[in-house]
């Protein structure tokens, strides 16, 4: 989160802005992050699943012979042909 708060206070310096991080500080943006955050209405439980695979994706290695998947909690890449 701090590489997008150093963005934006760089662009808003390269507009013009010079002072800009002195008057809007890193703990006022992440503040502000977190709120909108819980303004938005988003079940994250249901939004990264696999529409095919579900909670826990089948992924398959390159390194693996075809037939052999694994189940890795949290990867959203899906081997189903």
């Known amino acids: 989160m701090f590489t ?3 963005i934006l206070c760089k662009t808003q310096e ?3 802005n010079e002072d800009f991080s002195t008057k809007f500080s890193y ?3 992440r ?3 977190y709120a909108f955050a819980r303004l938005l209405d988003i079940d994250l439980s249901e939004g ?4 095919t695979c579900g909670d826990h994706p089948s992924v398959q290695s390159s ?3 075809p037939s052999v998947r694994t189940s890795i ?3 959203t890449s899906c081997a189903v042909p």
């Open 27 to 29: 703990n006022h943006f």
């Open 4 to 6: 997008e708060y150093t």
């Open 31 to 33: 503040m502000a992050w």
């Open 14 to 16: 390269d507009l013009g």
């Open 73 to 75: 909690p949290g990867r």
């Open 48 to 51: 990264f699943m696999c529409t």
């Open 63 to 65: 390194w693996m012979q």
